[in-house]
């Protein structure tokens, strides 16, 4: 069974900052791509950044330059640090990760987080 856990989230004014975190938890032999995505209400959810095992982040337009996505692998934690945050942040927030339980495993599962509540005031 595995486990992903979002923290972080909250109610925050336009330009202020907010750190989320999902930290993955149960049989885990290796993580491959880990990913921030948003939904807002309704929207689609749309991918945010990614972050390959190995490789820099990747990220939407739309937060270039005001996000910033990290990975610990020894924790099996990913960041999402947001800064200059606008009232369009404003959604539920979800981690995704690319999981590959044991290493008898021939791929990897996609596993979600619950979500975690961005709301940004104008």
């Known amino acids: 069974q595995v486990q992903l856990v979002e923290s972080g989230g909250g109610l925050v004014q336009a330009g202020g900052s907010l750190r989320l975190s999902c930290a993955a938890s149960?049989?885990?032999?290796?993580?491959?791509?880990m990913a921030w995505y948003r939904q807002a209400p309704g929207k689609q959810r749309e991918l945010v950044a990614t972050i390959n095992r190995g490789d820099s982040p990747n990220y939407a337009d739309s937060v270039k330059g005001r996000f910033t996505a990290s990975r610990d692998n020894a924790k099996n934690t990913m960041y999402l640090q947001m800064n200059s945050l606008k009232p369009e942040d404003t959604a539920v927030y979800y981690c995704n990760m690319n999981i590959r339980r044991e290493i008898s495993d021939s791929g990897y599962n996609t596993y979600w987080g619950q979500g975690t509540q961005v709301t940004v005031s104008s």
């Open positions: 149960g049989s885990i032999f290796i993580i491959n791509t």
